[in-house]
C-alpha cells in the first residue's frame, strides 16, 4: 500500500505542479489581454481624436472651396463685363473716327475744280 501511496503522491505533486502552471500560464494571458485591452483604448481615443480633426478639416475645406468658388464666379463674371466694356470702346472709337471723318468732309471748302480756269 505503501507503493501505492507513493504513486497517489506523485500524481497529487504533479497536479499540483500541472495546476500551478496553467495558474501561471493564465496570469501571463491575462497580463496580455490588459496590455492589448490598453493598447485598443489608446488607439480608440486616437481615432477618436483624427476623426474629430478630420471632420474640422473638411469642414475648413468646403468653406474654402466654397469661397474659391465664389472668387471665380465673381472673376468669370468681371472679366465678361469688361470685355463688354472694352468692345463698346472700340465700337465707340470706331463711330467717333467715322463721324469725324464725315465732319470732315462735311465742312472742308469746296474743292471742286473749274476745269483749270481761274479767273
Excluded: H, W
Excluded at 20 to 28: G, H
Excluded at 64 to 93: G, M, V, W
Excluded at 102 to 117: F, I, V
Amino acid at each position: 500500500m505503501t507503493q501505492q501511496g507513493a504513486a497517489l503522491q506523485n500524481y497529487n505533486n504533479e497536479l499540483v505542479k500541472c495546476i500551478e502552471e496553467l495558474c501561471q500560464k493564465r496570469e501571463e494571458l491575462c497580463r496580455q489581454i490588459q496590455e492589448e485591452e490598453d493598447e485598443k483604448q489608446r488607439l480608440q481615443n486616437e481615432v477618436r481624436q483624427l476623426t474629430e480633426k478630420l471632420a474640422r478639416v473638411n469642414e475648413n475645406l468646403a468653406r474654402k472651396i466654397a469661397s474659391r468658388n465664389e472668387f471665380d464666379r465673381t472673376i468669370a463674371e468681371t472679366e465678361a463685363a469688361y470685355l463688354k466694356i472694352l468692345e463698346s470702346s472700340q465700337t465707340l472709337l470706331s463711330v467717333l473716327k467715322r463721324e469725324a471723318g464725315n465732319l470732315t468732309k462735311a465742312t472742308a471748302p469746296d474743292q471742286k475744280s473749274s476745269g483749270g480756269r481761274d479767273s
